[in-house]
């Protein structure tokens, strides 16, 4: 073997002691055995990859109408709402959390739409058995797919919408004198006069398609969206136990 140049002595006296000396008795300096491998380094296959992209952004007919053939069809509001019986609501997204905070920030455009705390809405993402399917979460995407359009906004919007008029049946008050606040209907002119959201639901389905013309509250009016909350999985991170 011919001498090592003066750049390969400087590159090998650079190593760990126990990787210079296997180089020197295979025969070869550090240059000569990455001048080797260099091929091993480049040569990869994205075939899985590619593979997982291209089923990822199938068309949601390619699984059922609605994604996943055993998902909740998405054109459903208890596919996205269900309000138990002592008033807690649980909401079901198909946007993980990959640590951008989706979930604190989904949670609170529930809040928000539904006028109620923060802290009684229980959140569940990704589990196709019970969630939406909604395809991938990436990018930025997720905002828009459930703020802006349909879905989970557009759900909340409609069960507020039901919650109203269910409301005004049982208080003998047209719909355009209640209002939602806090988990409950009330009226606008006498707060005594209300029902709560667990009287009128009752853990029962709503039994309704997502109207795509329900109104959503205006951001004039926003008490929990666009306000600083601290994020409820911060802590379990924080601590190594966040899943």
């Known amino acids: 073997m011919k001498n090592p140049s003066r750049a390969e002595r400087v590159n090998e006296s650079r190593m760990e ?20 491998t260099g091929a091993l380094i ?76 923060f802290h009684s809405v229980n959140l569940i993402a990704c589990d196709t058995s019970m969630t939406p399917d909604q395809g991938v979460t990436s ?3 997720s905002h828009p797919a459930n703020f802006n359009r349909n879905n989970l906004a557009g759900a909340c919007a409609t069960a507020r919408e039901a919650l109203l008029q269910l409301g005004s049946k049982r208080l003998n008050i047209p719909a355009d004198e209640l209002v939602a606040v806090d988990g409950t209907i009330r009226s606008k ?38 306000k600083p909350i601290g994020r409820p999985d911060m802590a379990a991170m924080a601590t190594g136990t966040f899943e």
Request: hydrophobic share 40%; proline share 4%; aromatic share 6%.
């Open 17 to 36: 002691p126990g990787a210079a000396e296997a180089l020197a008795r295979a025969g070869f300096s550090r240059r000569a055995f990455i001048k080797g």
């Open 42 to 117: 480049v040569s990869f296959s994205m075939g899985g990859a590619l593979r997982t992209l291209e089923a990822q952004r199938a068309p949601a007919g390619a699984f059922g109408e609605n994604g996943a053939s055993d998902s909740p069809p998405a054109n459903e509001v208890d596919s996205w709402i269900a309000i138990a019986s002592d008033g807690s609501i649980t909401a079901y997204t198909g946007k993980e959390e990959l640590g951008q905070g989706m979930s604190t920030a989904q949670t609170q455009l529930v809040a928000e739409e539904l006028c109620v705390p």
């Open 139 to 141: 990018g930025s995407q």
């Open 189 to 226: 002119s006498d707060a005594s006069k209300k029902v709560a959201y667990a009287e009128l639901v009752a853990g029962k389905k709503f039994d309704l398609k997502v109207d795509t013309a329900a109104k959503r509250k205006p951001a004039s009016e926003w008490t929990v969206l666009g």
